[in-house]
């Protein structure tokens, strides 16, 4: 049973740039959440997906963006990248909605590199 | 004021030894308590998950809560090298809020 998968481990961008990063939910999971680790902090909540929509949204600009598709994976897009923008960024993914029996799975990450 | 407060360390014991891992909460609200387990360059992964107040034992791991206090700790038993990575202790608010709040992880080491 594949656990959460994100693409690519690796990226790197310069400012200004845009970049897509991609997740597929752990098996039998419809929900998806994505989250900024800046390193040395704990992550922190960017936005989660259920149902193809966007259900909440943590503090970020609108220059982060997401989408997911039907069979439940969502990608992330982030515009105008700033050096700021550097961090892992973890995909998580959960049955709807999370809370009593229902916990989250984290994936390995993309660290995206700003330069 | 963070919602979660969580002391970044570095902690370095010797093998053996039983470790106390600590965080701090600021909304009462909180109803669910995790904490995870991160190695380096990956992502975290799940240890303990417990709701409101008490204990909860896994193997080495126990998992206690006080709300009254709001306050999560995590003690390892018999600790193990292979035990040192950052922990990280999260919040999930009441039903319906899906945001983890997250500490800013405590980075352990266990020295052979």
């Known amino acids: 049973d594949a656990g959460v998968t994100q693409s690519p481990t690796h990226l790197i961008k310069t400012r200004g740039q845009q970049v897509t990063l991609r997740c597929s939910p752990k098996s039998g999971h419809d929900t998806v959440s994505w989250y900024q680790q800046a390193l040395g902090q704990g992550p922190q909540f960017i936005f989660q997906y259920y149902e193809e929509e966007e259900r909440q949204r943590g503090n970020f600009p609108d220059r982060f963006s997401g989408h997911q598709f039907p069979n439940y994976s969502s990608e992330l897009n982030v515009n105008a990248l700033l050096l700021g923008d550097s961090a892992l960024y973890l995909c998580?993914?959960?049955?709807?909605?999370?809370?009593?029996?229902?916990?989250?799975?984290f994936g390995s990450g993309t660290q995206l590199s700003v330069l | 004021q963070k919602e979660v407060e969580q002391d970044p360390g570095p902690l370095s014991v010797p093998e053996g030894a039983i470790v106390s891992l600590n965080c701090t909460y600021s909304n009462s609200a909180f109803q669910y308590f995790m904490w995870y387990r991160q190695y380096s360059r990956k992502g975290p992964e799940l240890l303990m998950y417990?709701?409101?107040?008490g204990n909860k034992e896994d193997g080495r791991f126990t998992a206690q809560v006080d709300k009254s206090s709001k306050y999560i700790s995590l003690f390892i038993r018999d600790s193990q090298p292979s035990d040192s990575a950052t922990y990280l202790c999260?919040?999930?608010?009441?039903?319906?809020?899906?945001?983890?709040?997250f500490g800013q992880g405590t980075r352990l080491t266990i020295n052979p």
């Open positions: 998580a993914s959960s049955s709807h909605p999370i809370g009593d029996n229902e916990k989250l799975f």
């Open positions: 999260a919040t999930l608010g009441m039903w319906g809020a899906q945001k983890l709040v």
């Open positions: 417990t709701y409101s107040s």
